[in-house]
């Protein structure tokens, strides 16, 4: 199981490495996300990008890409629902 504030390191398809914080998992229909935040980006407001957790034939934990659009949609807006419930938290 990947662990929350872990650096994680994704090899684009040009071979150059981009260097992610872990910064949530969440679970939709017994399925389990990563929201990745990029590391050392000179921009000052970066978007978190979503990738589905999924296991190797090793039982390892390997990240994808979400390439159902439904799918997508369902976990950003659990993603979305969780950022305003902590906003609605942090104004009380």
């Given amino acids: 199981m990947v662990d929350e504030n872990e650096n994680i390191i994704l090899i684009d398809e040009d071979g ?3 260097e992610f914080v872990l910064i949530d998992v969440l679970e939709v229909d017994g399925e389990e996300y990563a929201i990745l935040e990029p590391l050392n980006v000179d921009e000052e407001e ?20 979400i390439e159902d ?24």
């Fill in 46 to 65: 970066t978007e978190a990008i979503i990738l589905k957790i999924g296991k190797d034939e090793n039982g390892e934990d390997v990240l994808y890409d």
């Fill in 16 to 18: 150059t490495e981009h």
């Fill in 69 to 92: 659009d439904d799918e997508w949609e369902k976990v950003a807006d659990k993603w979305q629902e969780m950022i305003e419930s902590d906003e609605d938290e942090d104004e009380e």
